[in-house]
């Protein structure tokens, strides 16, 4: 449910900001670059974004295309695949090629969220071309859909993600067979071709294309991940790389569900004390609330629908990604105290792009097939329940619910793993500046350290950020802007285990 991760801006009102839709027209690319484009020697033929669906265009400055990369990296001559790209050129005269940005999932579209992005980045683009991307198995990019919208609603309401009984825990395995049979379906050969790897090599073809000798990268959640791969590939081609909310490239699928139950708790209890509440006592109130509504789900204002206990843990999620959703997430759980279940359900459809109309976004899909991909793990029911009173322990709130999606992520998934962690270690690559944020929720701050770590010495450049949400950059730290800004645009490489408080 929650074991990767996905990088999260909010609104006003404190829910997920929309994501926008961007169709992308154009024709493909190839590994050559032509001088046809005297800005980046891009091999791209870039045209007008196109609308699709009920979202509109992005604006003038954006523009579109499509690169073709090969389905499967051993048969690079084989069968292709088209990768849907997005851009805005560089506003200012000293251009020093394209910054790339991936920001998370696995899963998340490029193309749809660099648009809403462009004003937290509006420095680094005088100088960049900004540009991003839909991986493999994502969105425009043969997106994968394994599950109707109307049986996404269907098992929201009947499936219990901390079964009590054996009843209920048959059912829990057999809805996760029931999606990956789905998600084979949907993706045919896919499947086995959307992995991390597949993805850091595409990357490489995307810095081919527009033109630049070496990847100016910014990765975003498990888009440090995808970084770090990268980097491990092709260390010599790495340029300026930025990585902010780092996963932890030493946890294995267990150790990512441990590290998330820990940085929910640690959030969580960040919120308790704003609000004047010991976190101990809060998170007891809540952990109490959670099995209330488990035996009973509560009522809300739309209609047909209640609030179970999977939906209301994730509406409780959701505000903990930013400091900003906290006021909503405080209005919602006083609300489902009193009875009423619909501020905390209208939370978790912000998380699960579920619109007022009833259709879903495909995010939580392809972030499946991606990771069920990557991870070799495959725990059973037995082995889950082992590891449950650990779980519990270190969060009575997140605990039970995380535990229990060890056993239900990638069962009886049907393509084998590739690995039990990534592989990271670049050296000779060019310094990579790595961000953890001491307050993260998803990606806890123990990730950032090992990253650089694996990355090597030299290589692997700490700057800490004593704050709050998941991501450093562009969340209100000058301290944090400036560093990283400089970085890109300078070249100024801060000195290891910079501090901003």
């Not at 990369?69 to 695949?81: A, E, M, T």
């Not at 509406?315 to 900003?324: T, W």
């Not at 069920?372 to 270190?394: G, M, V």
């Not at 997140?398 to 535990?403: C, Q």
Request: glycine letters at 12%.
């Amino acid at each position: 449910m929650w074991h990767m991760t996905r990088f999260v801006r909010w609104t006003a009102l404190g829910v997920a900001a929309a994501l926008l839709t961007a169709g992308c027209s154009g024709s493909s690319g190839d590994d050559g670059a032509r001088d046809d484009d005297k800005r980046g020697n891009s091999a791209l033929d870039w045209t007008k974004c196109e609308s699709t669906g009920d979202a509109p265009a992005p604006g003038d400055e954006w523009q579109c295309a499509t690169l073709e990369v090969p389905l499967d990296w051993s048969k690079p001559d084989g069968k292709k695949i088209a990768l849907a790209l997005i851009r805005a050129e560089a506003t200012g005269d000293e251009r020093r090629g394209s910054l790339v940005f991936n920001f998370g999932g696995p899963g998340g579209s490029g193309v749809s969220m660099l648009p809403s992005y462009a004003d937290t980045v509006a420095e680094l683009r005088e100088h960049y071309d900004l540009v991003s991307w839909d991986p493999r198995g994502v969105a425009a990019s043969e997106g994968v859909r394994c599950r109707e919208d109307k049986d996404i609603q269907a098992a929201e309401a009947s499936v219990d993600t901390t079964p009590d009984t054996p009843a209920e825990e048959r059912t829990f395995l057999s809805d996760a067979s029931d999606f990956g049979k789905g998600c084979a379906k949907s993706a045919g050969e896919l499947l086995g071709h959307v992995s991390t790897t597949d993805t850091a090599r595409d990357l490489d073809r995307i810095r081919q294309a527009v033109g630049d000798d070496k990847l100016n990268y910014f990765g975003i959640s498990y888009g440090t991940e995808l970084g770090g791969v990268y980097a491990h590939l092709f260390p010599e081609k790495v340029g300026r790389m930025t990585l902010d909310a780092v996963v932890d490239p030493g946890a294995d699928m267990v150790g990512h569900a441990r590290n998330q139950t820990l940085g929910f708790q640690r959030a969580l209890d960040a919120y308790l004390k704003s609000t004047g509440k010991d976190p101990e006592e809060g998170s007891r109130e809540i952990a109490d609330l959670l099995r209330r509504i488990d035996a009973e789900p509560l009522p809300t204002s739309t209609k047909g629908r209640e609030l179970t206990q999977s939906l209301a843990l994730t509406g409780i999620i959701l505000p903990l990604y930013s400091k900003d959703g906290w006021p909503a997430l405080t209005s919602a759980l006083q609300a489902a105290e009193e009875g009423d279940g619909s501020e905390l359900l209208a939370l978790a459809d912000g998380y699960n792009e579920r619109d007022a109309s009833g259709r879903y976004g495909t995010t939580t899909h392809s972030q499946r097939v991606i990771s069920c991909l990557d991870d070799k793990a495959r725990p059973s029911l037995e082995e889950t329940k082992k590891l449950l009173p650990e779980f519990e322990k270190i969060s009575p709130v997140f605990g039970p619910a995380l535990g229990w999606d060890i056993a239900g992520w990638c069962h009886d998934w049907p393509v084998p793993g590739q690995h039990d962690t990534p592989e990271v270690s670049a050296p000779g690559a060019a310094p990579i500046l790595v961000i953890g944020n001491t307050g993260d929720p998803a990606t806890p701050y123990e990730g950032a350290r090992r990253m650089a770590d694996e990355l090597g010495k030299n290589v692997g450049i700490v700057l800490t950020w004593k704050g709050e949400g998941h991501g450093a950059y562009g969340n209100g730290s000058d301290c944090v802007d400036s560093t990283v800004n400089a970085y890109l645009i300078e070249g100024t490489v801060p000195k290891d285990g910079k501090v901003c408080s």
